[in-house]
T-cell receptor, first 121, second 111 residues
Framework: GAVVSQHPSWVICKSGTSVKIECRSL??????MFWYRQFPKQSLMLMATSNEGSKATYEQGVEKDKFLINHASLTLSTLTVTSAHPEDSSFYICSAKKPQGSPPYSGNTIYFGEGSWLTVV | AQRVTQPEKLLSVFKGAPVELKCNYS??????LFWYVQYSRQRLQLLLR??SRESIKGFTADLNKGETSFHLKKPFAQEEDSAMYYC?????????????FGTGTRLKVLA
């Protein structure tokens, strides 16, 4: 099966500092990765779509200067929360798209990391 | 615009009863539809995809393009089915491939 790993699983940082979360696809190459934010008992909110070697596409309302996304290789994407504030405290989840099958219809499936709890104090 | 709607936040059924979790979508092209499940304290995992036409853990879902629905069904619910279920849609929007989730339905199967 496909495995996606996130690190760290949880992190506490001081207000005003920056924190980086890594997302790795361990056994497949992911040209596309997604970053989500999930508040308690709520759904996943897509923050941005990250394509390897190009700039991330951010969803409306997501500050690209605050949530820096880098997808430098086919197996790694990072999310950096800059100048973190308590309201940034949340559960951040990444997922990676693994193309399956072959044309004319490939049927893409995404696999999720275990998530990262960020607490800003 | 792409949108996935799951009208029920919580669905409670008794063990052995049939289950249907509703999902409606809006998309201008031909989407791929998925159901994901999140058990307590575990990561999201794929349950099934519409293109596979498969049955996983007794669950099935049929894509109804006329009604733009992809409801998840199981004839006899089990206690271990209790979890959060998310309907998801993937497709290209404004030149970008996106994967959008509904708000989720919490299924509680009562003994």
């Amino acid at each position: 099966g496909a495995v996606v790993s996130q690190h760290p699983s949880w992190v506490i940082c001081k207000s005003g500092t920056s924190v980086k979360i890594e997302c790795r696809s361990l056994d497949f190459q992911a040209t596309t990765m997604f970053w989500y934010r999930q508040f308690p008992k709520q759904s996943l909110m897509l923050m941005a779509t990250s394509n390897e070697g190009s700039k991330a596409t951010y969803e409306q309302g997501v500050e690209k200067d605050k949530f820096l996304i880098n997808h430098a290789s086919l197996t790694l994407s990072t999310l950096t929360v800059t100048s973190a504030h308590p309201e940034d405290s949340s559960f951040y989840i990444c997922s990676a798209k693994k193309p399956q099958g072959s044309p004319p219809y490939s049927g893409n499936t995404i696999y999720f990391g275990e998530g990262s709890w960020l607490t800003v104090v | 615009a792409q949108r996935v709607t799951q009208p029920e936040k919580l669905l409670s059924v008794f063990k052995g009863a049939p289950v249907e979790l509703k999902c409606n979508y809006s998309y201008s092209g031909s989407p791929e539809l998925f159901w994901y499940v999140q058990y307590s304290r575990q990561r999201l995992q794929l349950l099934l995809r519409h293109i596979s036409r498969e049955s996983i853990k007794g669950f099935t879902a049929d894509l109804n393009k006329g009604e733009t629905s992809f409801h998840l069904k199981k004839p006899f619910a089990q206690e271990e089915d209790s979890a959060m279920y998310y309907c998801a849609l993937s497709g290209v929007s404004s030149g970008t491939y996106k994967y959008i989730f509904g708000t989720g339905t919490r299924l509680k199967v009562l003994a």
